[in-house]
């Protein structure tokens, strides 16, 4: 299986560019997630979703949009890239269910000049 | 104050040492609990689930204490191969709060 996976691994962009973070899953988990990773902060959640068709804000949304079209695919968009929005993120799935531990993607390393 | 806390470290240890680490959250109405590990530039990895009983998976136990609102790692015989950071993971609903992690470095 396997398992989640993100595109790009890398990607630079120019502040005010646009561009997608793609995720699937195949463990057909109802929950997916997007976080951020900065040094001393730990990871932050931006957005998930409990199923197809909905979506909604974690911790620091501002700057990102989502959509969750099936219920393999969560797709993560930033609109106008800043700089602030240097980082290393993870997109991560898991089974409903109180204690069901979340499902890592190998991360894609953001740089927004 | 941050909803769930962790010591930063580093700690350093050397082989065959005992070495425990303590995570706080704020979250009284906090469900769910995990212990993570993740090596450098890679993506964190479930350690274990941490359950109100105590739990136990080989050199590795973890602590819930609700009461105080902390959860405990010990790890036991450490290995080189344990350097890495830890992460404790609370959850409530579907709302999963990361500590920034504590390092850990095993020396020979």
């Known amino acids: 299986n396997a398992g989640v996976t993100q595109t790009p691994k890398f990607q630079v962009l120019k502040t005010g560019q646009s561009m997608t973070l793609q995720c699937a899953q195949d463990m057909n988990h109802e929950y997916m997630s997007w976080y951020r990773q900065d040094p001393g902060m730990g990871l932050r959640l931006i957005h998930y979703s409990v199923g197809a068709g909905i979506t909604d804000q974690g911790e620091v949304p501002n700057g990102y949009n989502v959509s969750r079209s099936t219920t393999e695919d969560f797709p993560l968009r930033l609109l106008s890239a800043a700089p602030s929005q240097t980082s290393v993120y993870f997109c991560a799935s898991r089974r409903t269910g109180y204690n069901s531990p979340l499902h890592f993607g190998n991360g894609t390393r953001l740089t927004v000049t | ?108």
């Open chain 2, 1 to 108: 104050r941050k909803e769930v806390e962790q010591d930063p470290g580093p700690f350093n240890v050397p082989e065959g040492a005992t070495v425990a680490f303590n995570c706080t959250y704020s979250n009284s109405a906090s469900q769910s609990f995990f212990w993570y590990r993740q090596d450098c530039r890679k993506e964190p990895k479930l350690l274990m689930s941490v359950y109100s009983s105590g739990n136990e998976d080989g050199r590795f136990t973890a602590q819930l204490n609700r009461a105080s609102q902390y959860i405990s790692l010990l790890i036991r015989d450490s290995k080189l191969s344990d350097s890495a950071t830890y992460l404790c993971v609370v959850g409530r609903n579907n709302d999963m709060r990361f500590g920034a992690g504590t390092r850990l470095t095993v020396k020979p």
